[in-house]
Structures are given as C-alpha cells and as structure tokens.
C-alpha cells in the first residue's frame, strides 16, 4: 500500500486565525490596509533549529539518521508548525489582492520544515519504532489535527482561496495549476470552510479525537501482533516445521521470556502463514484463533471500544456536512466518487464468490476424509488441505517454489531488471548513505541516459519494532517548484532466515515486492511543479492500481528466468512449475478473493453508520461484535470458513489514521480491475518492451493527481476499463458449475461507473 505525509494542508498549524470574513473583497475589513489596527502588520517567519531546519546535505536530501537523535522529533515539530503559522500569516494580511501566486502557491509552499520531520518521523514509528517515539506520536498527533484545522478551517485564508478561485475563468493557467487550484479549494470545503464558525468549532474537536483514537488504535493493534505470540512447550506441537523454523522459535520464546518453550510471532493478516506446515491440529487451531480474537477482549487487550467511538466520530463529522454516513463524506475525491458505485462493484460477485466457497469447502472436506480425518474443515485447516490438493492437481510443492526465490536476486535481478527492459533504469547499491535500520538497502536510480532519478531503500524484514504489511512512501518529493528529485521507500515484513542461511521468500511475497516497487516507479517518475500533485498523490482507489499491474512481470518468462534459479544449484526455474503456479492461482478464490471482499464491504459497513447507530455501540463491546456479525452474515457468504482478512479490532487500514483507508479497501478490488484490464493491453500490444513502458510512464506513471483518473486510463488504453478480465483472472466467470448463474458474469461495471466512463 501507497503511503504518503503530506506536509501543506494536512499537517498544519497550532494557532487557529479566525474572522467572521468569508468571502474576499478589499473594500472590506478582510483587507488589512482597511483596518489601522492591521496596516502595518508584517509577520516574521521564525528561524527554526536543529537537524530538520534545513535540508540534509546529503545525495538527494536523504535524511541522514546519524545526526538524528530521538530527542529532535519534538522540538522540530513545534517549530516546523510555528512556521507555518506564521507563512499562512503572510499570506492572509498581504496587501495584495489574492493571486494564484501570492495564495495557492505561497500555501502549496508553506510547512517545509514540518514536512521534513514528518516524512522522517512516521516511517520511523511504522518500521522501526521505541516507546520514546510511540509517546511522541501520542502527544503531536491531536497537536497536527489541530494544526491542520487552523489552516484547512480559517475563514480569512479560505477567503483568498475561493477569491482566486471565483476568478479562475479568467485566469491563463497550466493544466497543473488549474489542478492545484481545484484540489485546494475542494479540500478546504471538505474540510469545512462553508460551515458556521460553530460547526468548524465542531469538526475541529472532532479531528483532535480523532487523530488521538485512531494512534491509541494503531499502537494496541501492534501489540496485540508483536507482544502476544503463541507459546507452546514441547517441539512436538510444532510439528510439520523445518528445524530452523522451530529453532526461531526456540530462540523468539527466549527473546520474549518463555526459554525452554516455543513461539510463534503473529503477522499482519486473519491467516496466518505457518498454518498450512503445522501437523498439529490443536497447535493450528490456536494460533488461529490467537490471530483472529487478537485485541478483542480475549486478552488485556481491546479496541472494540475505540472502534465504536471513532465510528462515532466520523458519524457525526459527516452529519455536520449533511452526509448520511462517513462514507459519502469521505469518497467526494474518489474514482468511484460515491459509495453506491462501489457497492454495487463489489456487490456483483458475491454469488459466484459464494458458491465458489461452498464448492472449494466441499473439495477440501473430500480431502480431509480421505486423509481419514473425522472433522470438517474450519479456517485453521484451509490452507493446509487447500495447498495438498493444490500438490495433488497441479503438483505444485509450496517450498520447493520457494527454493527460486533468494530475496536479494528477487529484488535485484528480478524486479531490476523488469524495470530496465520497460523503463530503461538501471540502479546502483550504495552503503555511503546512513539507513535507520542495519537491514535497510539504499540503491540509487538511473534513466537510461545515465541521469540519477532518485533514490531507493529496500526494508525487507520482519521485526518487532515495524507494524505488519508492506508499503511505500517518500523521504522527499519530486517538486519542480523545489527542483527535487524523489527518495523512495519499500518495506514489506519477510520473515527473516536465521544467521547463515540463505534467505528465500514464498512466492507470495515475491509478488508483493513486485507490487510495492510498482508504487516506487509511480513516485520515482513523478513529473510535478507542486509537491501535492506530485506522483502517488492521487485517489485512494487509483493509487494501487499502477503497483497492481506491475504485479504481471512476476511470471513474464524473460524476467522470470532471469532472477528465478534454484539457490543451491543455479537452475532456472522450470517452465512447468511456472505453468503449475499460474495454473494453480485460480484454485482456492473462495478464501483467497472472499477474505478482500469481506474486509472491504465490512469496511463500508462500517462507515455507513449514522451517529444514532455508531452511538448504540459506544461502550458496549458486545454489541460491536454483533455488529461485525451481523454485517458479515448479510454478505451472504461462508463467514466461518472465509474470514475477513482483517476482523474490525485490528483492521489498521481502516482505524489506525483519521481518514487512511476508511470507506477505501474495496479500492484494493477496484484498482484489480484497472490492473487486469491494463494486462489485456499490455498483451495485446507486445508485452514487456520498451515502448510499451514508455507509454504507461508517459500516460499513468508520471501524470501524478493533475487529471481526472477515467481520462488518465482512456490515453492509457484508448478505451474505459471493464470488469471481465478480472472475473476471468479470478476463476469467476461462466464455466460449467454454479458461478455461471452469477451476475457478475457479464463483465460490466455498475450502471453509475459506466454512465460516467
């Protein structure tokens, strides 16, 4: 996943500037020269001190984490805010009538130094955090919500805005500038410049709650991953495991205070990644159950009750703008723009979903039998009958896969090299540039004339300190305006090999980096005057569609065969496991596909609350579980079989930021969609070449947020994007069983897409 700190109207300022004002006028007391008492006012920008007052002096801006110490975090905040206070003070008491140059891009430049600490600071607390650092993002998160109102919600400063804006007709504009223009006035009303003062008073408290639940949420939902491992006694129990597995954990029981025992760490999904190994029943069936009943009670710790009250809160946010719920707040910038749209997306493959649920249950029950078992399966057996049939039908060995895949020529000679043959790069391991962690690779990145692009770093490896999952962010933005070139980061959670071995990764995850390193070309070729437009900056429900679609070169044979080779013997991987593999991804959707539908409708079951519902919930944890039942159950699909992938109590896209991924992890299967339809393209016109590259660079890769995403796609593709090749991909389509009865099999989008396309 994409993730992003934008440092201009989302992280601002501590001192709320307030008028009665709302609209622009000099003959007016909004202009300052009209009252003596603000004439000659002049506001100073303060200087600020320490490491992040100015830029790094390394390559590319690069933060250099040997000058930076825990104890500058705070002090950099509060002056990187004050600072900004006082830029936007510039810009509401300049003489001057408003100007795009004297308002939107004096905003769009305001908040460098807060914008720096940021950047640095939040991957910190997400890859490699301490107490120290979880206490500073307790305390500066509610004081940034705060700061951000002050900014987004000032009557006086909006007043420019929309005076600029009211006079865009008649202004000679680039195509960027109009979009920067656009994108500040609509954020500002979103955020609730039209509102009354007592409303914006309203939205402003809520923020502050906000911004402080949803840390408090994402810090216990790293806990309750990270402190509560399963701890058996006896090797026994661990059966199925290779020797070095169980001396890991043998050596994580010691580590976590439990030696002469065994543990298990927990990962970042419902399912778990050992499960299938395990020969244990008993031994799968908890760490199941300790995986998906995690901070829900069982143990000490719970978030049921923030769920509730952050659900609340949003409620009652979009209640103040006239919303229903949160999301038909939330969406107004999306690809799909409203939540019936992406409903319907969702809504049309649940027949088939279902019944190929209930089939592959029946082939699994088959198995167990077979196997002479007396139970039926349950979700802690899923994965280890589904991967026997999978040996069996398709003779497909899980580990000896595995055995193809040594990380470093994963990323190295694999996804390297995918982006040399479309894209021209070429990259260069660096170890002069300081890494806040001894696993971090730094590369730097080349055009194909030779030209330095940007920087890379490559986070591969699990440890306590990171939360789970895989994602991609900036240390600096691409800006024309700042004449900066990006620095870029992956971090995915590989288990890591015990010291000695050679590190090998599932398939699984070999496909991940392949995706996340999708969302790094996207901000490496970014190609933007304004840092707010600039490369993954753009809707929630877009933004992975470009890392998607470069999930394809996995198994392209030219690059496959290039990084794929047998880590004791060389050999490149066989064309007919590569067969097996591509043969066998089809195979298990009920449970592969339905966990991402299921957490993505409870997702918006979640936001289509009203405050009187999300109000009924607030203190009474079971009725949130019945909650979560209860909606799940609607769906019509085999809930205790198929989990969610993420069940509500740790389900961080949606509860551990403000806004993030709430009433937004359907765009997961929205941006697939794009991705599958862009495959049929890239096939239909030659695949993997070099012009093919040149084209997605110049019509997806490098456009940023500057236009609206169903043109984007159209000079993509020369057509609108349609559903079939995913439900194909998918195994979904019409065939001989029940998924021909399904309304998904027609191919289209929903009514209100296809009218907008």
């Not at 109102?149 to 960027?176: C, G, H, Q």
């Not at 890991?248 to 999904?269: M, R, S, V």
């Not at 660079?697 to 995913?726: H, N």
Request: net charge negative.
């Amino acid at each position: 996943m994409a993730h992003r700190f934008a440092p201009i109207l989302a992280s601002v300022s501590a001192l709320a500037l307030t008028s009665a004002c709302t609209t622009y006028s000099q003959d007016t007391a909004m202009d300052p020269l009209a009252d003596p008492a603000v004439a000659d006012y002049s506001p100073e920008i303060p200087e600020g001190t320490g490491y992040f007052a100015a830029d790094s002096t390394l390559p590319f801006l690069a933060p250099d984490f040997t000058q930076i110490s825990e104890d500058d975090y705070m002090p950099a905040f509060e002056q990187g805010m004050a600072i900004q206070k006082a830029e936007v003070q510039a810009i509401i008491y300049n003489p001057a009538p408003p100007t795009f140059e004297n308002t939107i891009v004096a905003l769009e430049k305001s908040g460098r130094m807060l914008g720096r600490v940021g950047r640095v600071f939040f991957q910190l607390t997400g890859t490699n955090t301490t107490d120290r650092l979880d206490e500073i993002n307790t305390e500066i998160s509610p004081k940034l919500s705060e700061h951000s109102d002050s900014i987004t919600l000032n009557p006086d400063l909006f007043a420019r805005v929309k005076a600029v804006y009211d006079n865009r007709a008649a202004m000679a504009m680039t195509v960027e500038d109009a979009r920067l223009l656009e994108e500040t006035y609509a954020s500002m009303v979103h955020a609730g410049a039209l509102l009354t003062e007592a409303q914006r008073e309203e939205v402003k408290a809520i923020n502050t709650q906000l911004s402080t639940l949803t840390t408090e949420f994402g810090q216990l939902a790293r806990d309750a991953m990270a402190d509560q491992p399963l701890v058996v006694d006896t090797r026994e129990e661990l059966a199925g495991l290779s020797d070095s597995d169980i001396q890991a954990a043998a050596d994580f029981a010691a580590e976590k205070g439990y030696p002469g025992k065994y543990a298990i760490a927990l990962q970042n999904t419902t399912q778990q990644p050992l499960l299938p190994t395990l020969e244990n029943r008993a031994t799968r069936e908890k760490l199941f159950k300790l995986s998906a009943n995690r901070a829900d009670g069982t143990t000490e710790i719970d978030t049921r009750d923030l769920i509730a009250r952050i659900a609340l809160l949003r409620a009652q946010k979009a209640a103040l703008f006239g919303q229903p719920d949160w999301a038909s707040y939330t969406m107004y910038d999306r690809m799909a723009k409203e939540p019936k749209t992406a409903l319907d997306f969702m809504e049309q493959m649940v027949p088939a979903l279902a019944a190929t649920q209930r089939r592959e249950a029946e082939m699994l029950n088959a198995a167990i039998r077979a196997d002479g078992k007396d139970f039926t399966v349950q979700p802690w057996d899923w994965y280890r009958y589904a991967n026997r049939i999978k040996a069996e039908q398709y003779d497909l060995d899980e580990d000896a896969v595995m055995e193809y895949f040594q990380l470093d020529r994963v990323l190295e000679d694999g996804i390297f090299h995918m982006a040399n043959e479309l894209y021209g790069l070429s990259f260069e391991r660096r170890t002069d540039i300081p890494v806040y962690h001894p696993d971090v690779w730094v590369y730097t990145v080349f055009e194909e004339d030779g030209s330095e692009l940007g920087l890379f770093y490559f986070d591969p490896f699990q440890r306590p300190s990171k939360r789970g999952g895989a994602w991609m962010g900036n240390f600096v933005d691409q800006s024309e305006v700042w004449g900066t070139k990006p620095v870029i980061y992956n971090v995915l959670n590989v288990p890591k090999a015990p010291a000695g071995e050679v590190q090998l990764v599932s398939f699984d995850w070999v496909n991940t980096a392949f995706h996340e390193f999708g969302h790094a070309l996207h901000g490496l070729f970014a190609d933007q005057r304004y840092e707010s437009l600039s490369g993954t900056a753009t809707a929630r429900d877009f933004v992975e569609y470009p890392s998607q679609v470069h999930e394809m070169w996995t198994t392209w044979p030219s690059i496959l065969s290039n990084y794929a080779k047998h880590y004791e013997t060389g050999e490149t991987i066989p064309d007919e496991m590569i067969a097996k593999i591509e043969a066998a991804a089809k195979f298990n959707q009920g449970y592969d596909f339905g966990e991402v539908v299921e957490a993505a409708l409870l997702d918006m079951k979640w936001h289509a609350l009203s405050p009187d519902e999300a109000r009924a919930l607030v203190g009474n944890p079971a009725a949130v579980d019945a909650f979560e039942r209860n909606s799940l159950e609607e769906l019509g699909l085999e809930i205790d079989l198929v989990p969610p992938r993420y069940r509500s109590t740790y389900f961080n896209h949606i509860f551990s930021s403000p806004a993030g991924y709430s009433a937004g992890y359907y765009s997961y299967l929205w941006t697939e969609m794009l991705d599958r339809d862009s495959r049929e393209w890239f096939r239909e016109n030659g695949g993997l070449t070099r012009a093919n590259g040149q084209h997605y660079r110049d019509t997806v890769l490098s456009r940023g947020g500057t236009m609206d995403y169903f043109d984007m796609y159209e000079k993509f593709a020369g057509r609108q994007p349609t559903v079939q090749p995913m439900l194909e991909a998918r195994g979904l389509v019409p065939g001989g069983d029940e998924a021909a009865d399904s309304e998904a099999s027609d191919g289209k989008l929903p009514a209100r897409t296809v009218g907008g396309l």
